[in-house]
């Protein structure tokens, strides 16, 4: 409250009954859809994470400035959970895991990460962060977004026509997507099927972005089947996972329970305050998401 320097807060819906101050402006995670009824006309909405799609109860709407969270100290933790599920997958951890249970002492092959190549679907700001990380440690980095990239580190394949190729040599596959009506379900038994055929080799998959962008039947039956080897996942369609649901039970799979990269009030609060005092000035900061891309 004190950061707020004087603004009145309202916290909704534990403050009850608020006759908005005009201007006043939205800061939201997964808020209900009344919310947005009761405050119709903010100045600008801000969300308290990454992603956005829990702010669809405003698609369509153009008439004010939408901020999403862009912190160096969530994108260094989205990087290190990808390079930690990364060095997971392919240095074998489940193998030891497994043998420790039994005192079993049997050294298996082991790859070096320079012959791994890792494709990372979503190269925004946590997928590049992430690609780079795992340059540093040797690991070959390609990745897929929509649109073409002039300075990337690491070679970014454009358009859905580029995902077959694209796909075709990775062996590890590394989604971090928003969600949006374009991505949901579009890492499908297809994809699977395609992850590393220019190769015979281990496949792995890690979900670090939204689990609606995962068709779950066909993650399931590709781990199920060995078309995919193991997989790290953070991210599931409903959260919290179901305790019926067979990933649970899987013992190639790591499941984590949407801790990939927590947003920090003590760094996001500030970045939001600077925002609304530009607003304030009259100077409008650009708007860093787009809700009719969703994103
Ligand atoms: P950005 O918006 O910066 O990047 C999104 C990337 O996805 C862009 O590269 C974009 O392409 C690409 N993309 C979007 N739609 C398509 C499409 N239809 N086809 C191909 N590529 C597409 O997001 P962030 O990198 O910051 O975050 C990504 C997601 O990670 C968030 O939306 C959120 O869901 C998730 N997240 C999860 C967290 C966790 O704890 N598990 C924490 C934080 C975020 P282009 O560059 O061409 O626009
Ligand atoms: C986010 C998240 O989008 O935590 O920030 O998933």
Redesign the pocket.
């Known amino acids: 409250m004190a950061a707020a320097q004087g603004r009145k807060v309202h916290f909704w819906p534990h403050d009850g009954a608020f006759a908005p101050i005009t201007p006043y402006v939205l800061c939201t995670?997964k808020a209900d859809p009344r919310f947005y009824a009761e405050y119709p006309t903010p100045r600008a909405v801000f969300?308290?994470?990454?992603?956005?799609?829990?702010l669809h109860p405003l698609r369509g709407r153009t008439d004010f400035p939408v901020y999403?969270?862009i912190d160096p100290d969530?994108t260094a933790r989205m990087a290190e959970y990808v390079t930690f599920a990364a060095l997971f997958l392919h240095r074998q951890i489940p193998l030891y895991l497994q043998h420790q249970k039994q005192r079993i002492w049997d050294p298996p092959d082991q790859d070096a990460a320079s012959s791994v190549r890792v494709g990372i679907l979503g190269t925004g700001v946590m997928g590049e962060a992430a690609g780079r990380a795992l340059q540093m440690i040797g690991y070959q980095v390609s990745g897929w977004a929509r649109s073409a990239r002039q300075n990337s580190p690491f070679p970014v394949h454009a358009g859905k026509e580029a995902l077959p190729r694209f796909l075709a040599e990775i062996d590890i596959l590394v989604n971090l997507l928003?969600r949006t009506p374009e991505t949901t379900g579009l890492v499908n038994a297809d994809v699977f099927a395609i992850l590393g055929t220019q190769r015979t080799g281990k496949k792995f998959f890690i979900n670090?972005g939204?689990g609606e962008t995962v068709a779950q039947k066909d993650l399931i039956a590709a781990l199920q089947s060995g078309v995919l080897n193991g997989a790290v996942l953070d991210?599931f369609s409903p959260e919290p996972l179901p305790a019926d649901n067979p990933l649970w039970g899987m013992d190639n799979v790591l499941i984590t329970p949407?801790v990939?990269?927590?947003?920090n009030p003590a760094t996001i609060v500030p970045q939001i305050l600077r925002h609304v005092g530009e607003l304030e000035r009259g100077a409008i900061p650009l708007p860093t998401v787009d809700l009719a891309r969703g994103y």
């Open positions: 995670w969300s308290l994470g990454a992603g956005v799609d829990h999403r969270v969530l928003p670090a939204r991210v949407h990939a990269a927590d947003s």
